[in-house]
């Protein structure tokens, strides 16, 4: 199958068997606000390092449900507006399963700071950096794929692409925030807040930016103007990397995160990335006008020339989609 | 009807239902999680504190739930075998048995109650603190386990009523395969429970 209902399979995994820890986590909390029962309490015995392993045990595997339905987007845009077949198809479908997995075991490293033993430390810090690599492998194969392709510059490639650089930005300061030793600096600094808005915002928001521009036509049965979405990609482009980057500087320099407030050393970072936010934000009126302006011509059934089964219905598809079940055919990115 | 027949699926559905119970089993593993801790910290405290619950009427408990679980198997084996007297029968045994089970956990925290033995009471604060946290757990993991089976139990009578009807039937009887799996997990859980919490002296 297309590597996109992959990237949802191995979600899908991770959202069934993490969410319930956060469940018995909160429910933890409420019988301690309403019944007085204080398993993180220390006055009545409790632990309050407890509740950070269980929260934590929920939402570390809950960063990799946001990121994995994004990189299978990523994994649908490439090899349409490269005209290529993917890369590696077998790795990147085992790597999503790997992030899915070894992503259970990796939460110790949100507690560096929480007292935990050197063993438990290193032993996190370790597994932290496993799961970097299938991350990593399909990096690697997304450009491969674009190697030599018949590439072809729509907005949606325009997204990806963003996602590659933005993503791998935020994954390598994940490494820094894995090791100890840099992590005790970065901790609760602004570090932390530029490194998962890279992943999220960069990496998860402009996939999902992408995905919008690349189904669109499909799902709403209009084209939509293609340079004023390529103005649009440039405003958040650029205003995201004007808010997010100084933080990164000021971080490592002492701004912590969660103030309002800051020294005065930190004026002009702060206010670059005030700047940053604005043009990002006009560069979401702008992509969110010309989405909206249903002005566009007509959608043929496949206005990018992609391979997936979508493109073979009609934009928008008809009820109940096929009349008959369609062929399948064993590869999926045929492009050659 | 005819369109609801076309949509059935009951692999899918059996399906969903362990994936549930997968789900139900780590909640609570949560709570598992948390009695491991407190119980390595407060090892003596929780050999005492063990002492103040009724260890015979948790057994009588354990016994009741596996008799249900036992009457609830078998009336799947008679809905296949199309005897809905015998199904019938054997799923208000099972019901009877959720009913014994919740008079007897009536009787136990009522008793602790009226003593004063509960998460919020003076008496309760002024306890050692290996004390109150096996108290906190022992009325939050059987109370949400209490929780669960009035839940299973409603599921149950769902599917009685719908034996009665005709609905469940020896080609119709997914309903009650994933109700009667839903039990078991509700008897699973308590034969944890029941060690952990009665039998750690």
Known sequence: MPLLPWAVYATAWIQVLATPVIGITLLMIIAERVFHIGFFDPALGGDPVLYQHLFWIYSHPAVYIMILPAMGVITEIIPTFCQKRIFGYKAIAISSLAIAGVGYFVWGHHMFTSGMSKEAIWTFSLLTFLVAVPSAIKVFNWVATMYKGSIDLKPPLLYAIAFIFLFSIGGLTGLVQGALATDIQVHDTSFIVAHFHYIIFGGVGFAFLGGIHYWYPKMFGRMYNFRVANIAWCFLFIGFNLLYFPQFIIGVEGMPRRYFDYLPQFTTAQQVSTIGGYILGIGFIILIVNLFRKNGAKATANPWGGKTLEWRLASPPPLENFATPPSVPDNPYDYE | ????????????????????????????????????????????????????????????????????????????????????????????????????????????????????LYPGTDLMQSLKHGYILFFSLYFFMTGLHMLHLIIGAVILIVALVKIRMGLINDEHYVLLENGGLYWHLVDLIWIFLFPLLYLVT
């Open chain 2, 1 to 116: 009807m005819d369109h609801l027949e076309l949509q059935r699926d009951d692999i899918g559905a059996k399906l969903g239902m362990w994936i549930f119970i997968f789900t139900e089993i780590l909640l609570f593993g949560g709570l598992f999680l948390v009695y491991a801790v407190m119980r390595h910290r407060y090892m003596a405290d929780f050999h005492l504190a063990s002492l103040q619950l009724n260890t015979f009427i948790g057994a009588l408990n354990t016994i009741v739930l596996l008799i249900s679980s036992m009457t609830v198997a078998m009336s799947i084996s008679a809905v296949q075998k199309k005897d809905k007297r015998m199904a019938t029968i054997l799923l208000s045994i099972t019901l009877l048995c959720a009913v014994i089970f919740l008079v007897d956990k009536y009787f136990e925290w009522g008793h602790k109650i009226s003593i004063s």
